[in-house]
């Protein structure tokens, strides 16, 4: 089962989206420098479908999107857990912040519509950084993927 460490509602995780960001505990990649080392303890309250449904509705019409950031340990429940979600709130998109490299074998992507690949390297930065070896994608109608990380990355002082 997955544990969940906090919650936000965030403006930059997901471009044009405003989402309920979900930081899930547990992570196995241990990333040397990672912005949030909390999230190597297995701890924290439950994340079940009631308690995600329970998540939203506390969010009501304020976000367009739901970001599960990180369950690299478990990806099978981030992708149930995102088919529960298309099903009692289908007007909200599905993000998931992966520190993968690759998704694993035959993972089944059509639960979401964003999902952020890729360990945090210090020297390369983040998705932000011009040299970040993360990438964004966003689902296309057809089931293909974009990759959208330019969108992360500032061109001048108004972004």
Known sequence: MLRYADTDVVFQEVPDEVS???SIAGCPNGCPGCHSPHLLDDAGP???AAELHRLVECCGSGITCVCFMGGDAAPEQVRALALGLRELHPHLRVAWYSGRQLLPQGFDTSAFDYI???PYVEAQGPLS???TNQRMLRRRPDGSW???TSRFQRRGPLG
């Open 20 to 22: 309920l960001a979900i």
């Open 46 to 48: 439950m994340l079940d």
């Open 116 to 118: 952020k690949l890729g």
């Open 129 to 131: 950084s011009p040299t």
């Open 146 to 148: 974009d990759d959208i």
